[in-house]
């Protein structure tokens, strides 16, 4: 078994497809811990059985999610990025 974590690069296998994307190995044996990969995340042709590379992080209910966009500064490093957007109450910068 494995424990994935946020913020890290990891390669999973796709297991089923749904209405919202497909949805990856959570590596626990049970389908509550899969990993949805929303079809908004995914940067190319996804389908069941291929391993894909992706970026997890928390959705904004807490759930660990994925996106094949990766990251072009991994935590603990440091780096220049662009910021792409301001508002009242902060930037957004594209890491």
């Known amino acids: ?9 990891v390669t999973l296998e796709v297991l089923r ?19 949805l990969l929303h079809k908004n995340q995914q940067t190319g042709d996804v389908k069941v059985g291929d391993k894909v590379t992706v970026f997890l992080y928390h959705d904004p209910s807490g ?3 994925a996106s094949m966009r990766l990251p072009k500064i991994k935590v603990g490093q440091i780096g ?8 009242r109450f902060g930037a957004f910068v594209d890491v």
Do not use: H, K, W
């Open 1 to 9: 078994m494995m424990t994935l974590q946020e913020n890290s690069i």
């Open 17 to 35: 497809q749904s209405d919202m994307g497909v949805f990856l190995n959570g590596g626990t044996g049970n389908t509550n811990d899969d990993i």
């Open 63 to 65: 759930r660990l999610t």
């Open 80 to 87: 220049y990025a662009p910021v792409i957007n301001t508002t």
